[in-house]
């Protein structure tokens, strides 16, 4: 529930007079330093001085200031771009309250309480008024309970609100997370540390960027107690802490990190310390780390200082850093990781050297830079991952009854909060009213989730002759936007927008819902800012701006300075804020000129791949470059990609990707996640310079046959390149044999699956609903629908009957291979019986099972493991 005014009041006059002479820094040596960085922050967002810094003569204690001038210290760019003084000293209120009401607050000590409690930033999210409008019914909940007691009942009442599901990359706000009841674990994550924090509980979020061993990467939390850091999944209660689903994945890891903000180090392991922020390495509490040392040279042998190395994990297709450590004085970086392989990547200016390294069995590597590209070259790289290790023994089996017990009451609730959602009978009656397709409204309906009184509302307020408009604009909306943006914002975008929708102008209108109309650039998040540029922008450029976008270029070189590194979450500033801050991040500037290129009328876009702002004049697309930016020929090459690998087909990001070297190094293209190669429709059209493919091909998750191949495209050229899979040959192994005919007699009287046979193969597959690893796969398997039923083999999933998931529901799982079947395997006796001896030790869920139609087993996958469909498909004869 949200909380009045008058209580934010009544908060802030109680905690000035109660504790106006106390300080939150006692530290001296830090507080001056705090005070220092303030100075140079304040300086720095000078063009909004009024909007941040008035709060100052507020009567605020001396802890509300110096709490204040340590968020603004230390806060990233995009924060003091888009948020105000008075928001921030809300947030502050709270923090303050909690420390002084919750029975712990006091023992917490001030460096993690600076760090870990009061930020309100959490990691890239939105920021909201979450802690205000929550404190009183989270503090309800933990009252009486002792610190861990109490960050375990949070992480129930996380449950309460929010579920697993899969999204785009930009990370909602916690009450827009709790808007939609669900959330992708950044999003999870976030919110739950935001609700530990609320009630005082020190937290962070840590992170592994990219798993070795399977193609994603995760989320979590860790909460602090007694000196000691533990962890829990976010909305995944466990019954105590130090436990979740992850473990095991987390074994096997080649980086666990968090941010922690300001000038926090701690005696943990700082892989990188910055200015505004620390990098902490938390691997060693999770896995066995070794530590690997990288010595660069020049071509004369001699140490190289300063240059670049990076720690590259094959992931996504690519091979991703995890780390970027510079080298000392004596040309040394070392870095702290698991024993998997990696790709070692070093670089200074434009000379650079690589190798691969299998960590288990070497710890030192040397490389020599050197300006040789290794054109029209080939090489294969057979990548391995830390091996799978004993699990961990569980909690006691009552405790993880009753924890169950609550889980599905928990779902219970949120499926309660769910139902109150707009039904299909009344989105029906909406369009009806509104004169618009109702299988179109009724889709934008069910997309917008807890969000659709906005979506009505802005529906039901366009005005007539732009109701067809208003649709599409939602329609080429992501989901999350339809799920967290305000009427007034769409209203904006539709009502200024549609100003230059050119009537019988078939070549203008083509381009004009995806890059005119539409507010949507990159991944920020979206704000009226038309109206603002209409307003805000000098009355010249907005008269010949259309006509010479080339002057809005000119404008932003002028009028924005340009600090990447103090956006270190790489969260965009929205074109407002770029605008009043007048200081910027290049990818920031790059939206802002795209958003004002809109406003007056101009198509404009980032390219896709290169992410270079665009505007279309003259039937062609024009790239853009700022003052400072390297422009480089204007000539294009061009690139036609096929294969004949069938079986799977390439896709991006999943099977290869495309990277142009740039400062040292190759940097991959952003085209679309799980873009069949045969949808790279004609030739791409690629800035001309050294470039390199990387293809893998993940056998399962112990090994991956990769390949980097070189090549250059000049300008004019035309070059075709074939995307394929280098493939394994093995020959088949039976790993073992079960019965089967049980399952067919289950599958036979199973009433909602009377067209699942056991002509060919059958795959079992046995689940745990509430858990992310099970959910994966039911997002996995309908992305292969059609080639899983072109082969035709039956999937047979299974619950344990012990188990009550009220929210569990065979139904809502859509477009699954259509020989499926749902069924329970009662107190997992079968599965105890048939299936449990042929692992080592007891197999962490989902267990996948595959089989021919004799019941020999030729296929086992247990655990988290993403592109269980493909593993299938490869497996078939």
Same mark, same amino acid.
Request: hydrophobic fraction near 35%; avoid cysteine.
């Given at each position: 529930m949200k909380l009045s005014l008058n209580f934010i009041v009544v908060l802030t006059v109680a905690l000035s007079s109660c504790i106006s002479h106390s300080h939150l820094i006692t530290d001296s040596k830090y507080l001056e330093e705090t005070e220092q960085s303030f100075l140079k922050r304040k300086k720095l967002a000078a063009a909004r001085d009024s909007a941040l810094f008035s709060v100052f003569k507020q009567?605020?204690?001396?802890?509300?200031?110096?709490?204040?001038?340590?968020?603004?210290?230390?806060?990233?760019?995009?924060?003091? %771009?888009?948020?105000?003084?008075?928001?921030?000293?809300?947030?502050?209120?709270?923090?303050l309250k909690a420390r002084n009401e919750t029975s712990w607050g006091k023992n917490i000590p001030e460096a993690i309480f600076l760090h870990y409690v009061l930020p309100y930033r959490?990691?890239?999210?939105?920021?909201?008024?979450?802690?205000?409008?929550?404190?009183?019914?989270?503090?309800?909940?933990?009252?009486?309970k002792d610190l861990r007691d109490a960050a375990l009942e949070v992480n129930h009442w996380c449950h309460d609100k929010v579920s697993y599901q899969g999204s785009d990359i930009r990370t909602s706000a916690p009450l827009s997370t709790i808007l939609s009841a669900r959330g992708r674990c950044g999003e999870e994550s976030t919110f739950t540390v935001a609700a530990l924090r609320t009630v005082g509980i020190p937290a962070r979020q840590v992170y592994t960027p990219r798993w070795a061993h399977t193609d994603d990467n995760h989320a979590w939390v860790e909460i602090w107690s007694d000196g000691i850091w533990h962890y829990m999944g976010a909305c995944e209660p466990e019954p105590v802490l130090d436990k979740g689903w992850f473990t095991e994945p987390a074994r096997r890891a080649m980086l666990i990190h968090t941010k922690s903000f300001g000038a926090y180090s701690g005696d943990e392991n700082v892989m990188n310390k910055y200015p505004l922020y620390s990098l902490v390495n938390n691997l060693a509490k999770y896995a066995v780390t070794k530590t690997v040392v990288v010595k660069v040279l020049n071509e004369e042998g001699k140490p190289v200082v300063g240059a670049t190395v990076e720690f590259q994990l094959y992931n996504y297709a690519e091979f991703y850093p995890l780390a970027n450590i510079l080298t000392n004085s004596s040309g040394i970086s070392t870095f702290d990781t698991g024993l998997g392989d990696l790709l070692i990547w070093a670089y200074k200016g434009e000379k650079f050297s690589f190798s691969?390294?299998?960590?288990?069995?070497?710890?030192?590597?040397?490389?020599?830079?050197?300006?040789?590209?290794?054109?029209?070259?080939?090489?294969?790289?057979?990548?391995?991952?830390?091996?799978?290790?004993?699990?961990?023994?569980?909690?006691?089996?009552?405790?993880?009854?009753?924890?169950?017990?609550?889980?599905?009451?928990?779902?219970?609730?949120?499926?309660?909060?769910?139902?109150?959602?707009?039904?299909?009978?009344?989105?029906?009656?909406?369009?009806?009213?509104?004169?618009?397709?109702? %299988?179109?409204?009724?889709?934008?309906?069910?997309?917008?989730?807890?969000?659709?009184?906005?979506?009505?509302?802005?529906?039901?307020? %366009?005005?007539?002759?732009?109701?067809?408009? %208003?649709?599409?604009?939602?329609?080429?909306?992501?989901?999350?936007?339809?799920?967290?943006?305000?009427?007034?914002?769409?209203?904006?975008h539709l009502l200024l927008g549609c100003r230059y929708y050119k009537q019988n102008v078939p070549a203008v209108n083509a381009l004009f819902n995806d890059y005119i109309l539409n507010p949507r650039v990159a991944n920020e998040i979206l704000v009226p800012w038309r109206h603002y540029f209409l307003n805000k922008l000098p009355l010249q450029l907005k008269m010949k701006g259309k006509d010479d976008p080339l002057l809005i270029v000119s404008y932003l070189n002028d009028k924005i300075k340009i600090?990447?590194?103090?956006?270190?979450?790489?969260?965009?500033?929205?074109?407002?804020?770029?605008?009043?801050?007048?200081?910027?991040?290049?990818?920031?500037?790059?939206?802002c000129f795209v958003a004002i290129c809109r406003t007056l009328g101009i198509p404009s876009r980032l390219e896709p791949g290169s992410n270079v702002p665009q505007y279309f004049t003259e039937n062609s697309w024009h790239d853009v470059y700022f003052s400072g930016q390297l422009k480089p020929d204007p000539k294009k090459g061009f690139l036609r990609l096929y294969s004949t690998d069938t079986k799977p087909v390439p896709e991006y990001y999943v099977h290869f990707t495309i990277a142009r070297f740039e400062g040292g190094r190759y940097n991959?293209?952003?085209?679309?996640?799980?873009?069949?190669?045969?949808?790279?429709?004609?030739?791409?059209?690629?800035?001309?310079?050294?470039?390199?493919?990387?293809?893998?091909?993940?056998?399962?998750?112990?090994?991956i046959l990769s390949n980097i191949s070189f090549f250059d495209l000049a300008p004019d050229e035309h070059k075709n390149i074939e995307v394929k899979l280098r493939q394994d040959n093995s020959e088949r192994v039976i790993l073992g044999d079960i019965d089967l005919k049980r399952f067919n007699d289950v599958v036979r009287n199973n009433s909602t699956s009377q067209s699942c046979s056991n002509e060919k193969e059958t795959v079992l597959i046995w689940i745990e609903p509430d858990k992310e690893p099970s959910k994966h796969i039911f997002n996995d398997l309908p992305n292969l629908k059609r080639e899983l039923d072109s082969w035709g083999g039956r999937f047979i999933f299974l619950t344990d009957s012990r188990v009550k998931n009220s929210s569990f529901n065979p139904v809502n799982y859509k477009d699954l291979p259509s020989n499926t079947a749902f069924t329970v395997d009662n107190g997992l006796t079968y599965f105890n019986k048939n299936i449990k001896p042929l692992f080592a030790s007891p197999p962490e869920f989902p267990v996948v099972i595959m089989t021919d139609r004799d019941g020999k087993i030729f296929f086992i996958s247990a655990g988290y493991n993403i592109g269980i469909g493909e593993q299938i498909l490869k497996s078939v004869k």
């Open positions: 009567k605020v204690s001396t802890e509300q200031e110096e709490a204040l001038k340590f968020l603004y210290a230390y806060m990233p760019l995009n924060d003091l %771009a888009d948020y105000n003084g008075s928001f921030f000293l809300d947030n502050i209120n709270v923090s959490i990691n890239n999210e939105n920021l909201d008024s979450f802690r205000i409008s929550y404190y009183n019914e989270l503090f309800d909940r933990v009252k009486g691969k390294i299998t960590v288990g069995e070497q710890d030192t590597i040397k490389l020599k830079l050197s300006s040789v590209f290794k054109t029209n070259q080939s090489i294969d790289l057979d990548l391995g991952v830390p091996i799978v290790r004993v699990p961990y023994p569980g909690p006691d089996q009552k405790l993880i009854e009753q924890n169950a017990v609550r889980i599905n009451d928990e779902n219970t609730v949120r499926q309660k909060y769910i139902n109150t959602w707009l039904k299909h009978a009344d989105s029906k009656e909406l369009a009806v009213s509104l004169s618009l397709d109702s %299988a179109r409204v009724r889709t934008i309906i069910e997309r917008s989730m807890g969000n659709y009184k906005e979506i009505s509302a802005f529906l039901k307020n %366009a005005p007539d002759s732009l109701k067809q408009s %208003a649709l599409s604009l939602l329609e080429i909306l992501p989901d999350k936007d339809l799920r967290d943006t305000k009427q007034q914002t769409l209203s904006d600090a990447d590194e103090e956006n270190y979450y790489s969260t965009p500033l929205t074109p407002i804020g770029v605008n009043e801050l007048l200081v910027s991040d290049k990818s920031s500037r790059a939206i991959t293209l952003e085209y679309e996640y799980n873009t069949k190669i045969g949808d790279f429709h004609g030739e791409l059209s690629l800035t001309p310079g050294h470039y390199m493919l990387v293809t893998g091909n993940r056998l399962n998750d112990k090994k």
